[in-house]
């Protein structure tokens, strides 16, 4: 087989990628591991910034996501006694829509056979081949059978343990990296939440998040050392622990009810420079990692996507070559900016077992600055509506 463009990966990056370059009559093909039921399958974020709204709009496949995405006008910071709101729509104008991730994905894969794009799931064995030259190629097997795609170009939308970021020789390679000592234990549960917008909470004992799916699901959060287990933690357990650390204000509008999932995630800030190498360009958690707090992860991926759909456009209908090598600056000078505002929030949000008395007095006149200063205020909600692309 042959194509113009061979993406790896069709979680959102990978199909928004693949719609994006049909669109501007780029041929592409989309490899995937998984099954889609398994694709779908998958529990994430749900917070979009402008950029990742946009790009639906523009594909005009924004009309489930207008019809049933809550938009936002800000969000609350809580220090068990008191809620700070940040009024992120007076502040920048802008805004945020809660829409899950898993329904981005079925949106994009159900626009796919209509719109061409064609996406083959079930692959193993993918392997690059030849990405420092201008003729590389995938190899990957399906139904048993060994097959190989050529390509101008290929992009890596597969995640942090995909096989596209291990293609790009360790020489050229710098990787960042920072574990933090605890997880997230996420409870999912069809009750209406407990505030219409998000709390991140800071308790003495650890942080809380209180999030939502629609007006009547709700996604729950409390960090945990990562020593625990899922088993541990019944529902009834979590939805005390929650009360306790969202403060009075929260617990008292908080509905319980059984539990549709629950996991425990672990959470790392990670860069991985360069995200082009020779014909190879990388997109999405294949390049970077940020903890969920400030929900970055899948709009930053958007936002890598739309400079790699602007850079491939350019190059096949403007033989422009400067924008692909000019794809990975581009791309990591906002990864870094989105770093560093989820890695800030999530030191201001949680409590490390390395901080003591001055850590907790710096977080404690920091949540007070926020409170009683527009401009904190304005900075917080600039970076969580979405810096600019």
Do not use: W
């Given at each position: 087989m042959k194509t113009q463009v061979a993406i790896i990966g069709a979680g959102p990056a990978g199909l928004l990628l693949g719609h994006l370059l049909k669109a501007e009559g780029i041929d592409c093909v989309v490899l995937e591991?998984?099954?889609?039921?398994?694709?779908?399958?998958?529990i994430r974020a749900g917070v979009l910034e402008q950029i990742t709204v946009g790009l639906m709009a523009r594909l005009g496949l924004?009309?489930?996501?207008?019809?049933?995405?809550?938009?936002?006008?800000?969000?609350?910071?809580?220090?068990?006694?008191?809620?700070?709101?940040?009024?992120?729509?007076?502040?920048?104008?802008?805004?945020?829509?809660?829409?899950?991730?898993?329904?981005?994905?079925?949106?994009?894969?159900?626009?796919?056979?209509?719109?061409?794009?064609?996406?083959?799931?079930?692959?193993?064995?993918?392997?690059?081949?030849?990405?420092?030259?201008?003729?590389?190629?995938?190899?990957?097997?399906?139904?048993?059978?060994?097959?190989?795609i050529d390509a101008r170009f290929i992009v890596g939308c597969d995640g942090f343990h995909g096989p596209s970021r291990k293609a790009i020789p360790a020489s050229v390679a710098r990787e960042y990296e920072r574990v933090y000592p605890f997880g997230w234990l996420g409870i999912l549960a069809?009750?209406?939440?407990?505030?219409?917008?998000?709390?991140?909470?800071?308790?003495?004992?650890?942080?809380?998040?209180?999030?939502?799916?629609?007006?009547?699901?709700?996604?729950?959060?409390?960090?945990?050392?990562?020593?625990?287990k899922v088993e541990d933690w019944s529902d009834e357990r979590i939805w005390d622990e929650l009360?306790?650390?969202?403060?009075?204000?929260?617990?008292?509008?908080?509905?319980?009810?059984?539990?549709?999932?629950?996991?425990?995630?672990?959470l790392r800030s990670y860069v991985f420079e360069p995200m082009r190498h020779g014909s190879l360009l990388l997109c999405g958690d294949a390049a970077h990692i940020v903890p969920p707090t400030g929900a970055k992860g899948l709009n930053?991926?958007?936002?890598?996507?739309?400079?790699?759909?602007?850079?491939?456009?350019?190059?096949?209908?403007?033989?422009?070559?400067?924008?692909?090598t000019g794809y990975s600056a581009k791309a990591l000078a906002r990864v870094w900016k989105s770093e560093r505002f989820s890695w800030s929030l999530t030191k201001?949000?949680?409590?490390?077992?390395?901080?003591?008395?001055?850590?907790?007095?710096?977080?404690?006149?920091?949540?007070?600055?926020?409170?009683s200063s527009k401009a904190a205020q304005t900075s917080i909600a600039e970076n969580y509506v979405g810096l600019p692309v």
């Open positions: 591991r998984q099954t889609p039921d398994y694709v779908l399958g998958r924004d009309a489930r996501l207008k019809a049933e995405g809550l938009v936002e006008e800000g969000f609350n910071l809580a220090d068990g006694e008191r809620l700070i709101r940040i009024d992120v729509a007076n502040l920048t104008g802008k805004t945020v829509v809660v829409y899950g991730q898993t329904e981005i994905t079925r949106d994009l894969m159900d626009a796919a056979p209509e719109r061409g794009l064609q996406v083959i799931y079930g692959v193993g064995d993918v392997a690059l081949h030849d990405i420092e030259s201008e003729t590389p190629h995938v190899t990957y097997a399906v139904d048993g059978s060994q097959q190989r069809d009750v209406p939440p407990c505030n219409h917008e998000l709390i991140y909470a800071n308790h003495e004992r650890g942080f809380a998040l209180a999030s939502m799916r629609s007006h009547t699901r709700s996604r729950y959060y409390v960090d945990v050392p990562l020593t625990e009360a306790v650390r969202l403060g009075p204000e929260a617990a008292a509008n908080m509905t319980r009810g059984p539990s549709i999932e629950k996991s425990i995630a672990p930053l991926a958007a936002s890598d996507v739309h400079y790699a759909a602007e850079a491939l456009s350019g190059y096949f209908k403007r033989a422009d070559n400067d924008a692909i201001l949000m949680h409590r490390f077992p390395e901080d003591g008395p001055f850590e907790r007095a710096m977080q404690v006149a920091e949540l007070e600055y926020i409170a």
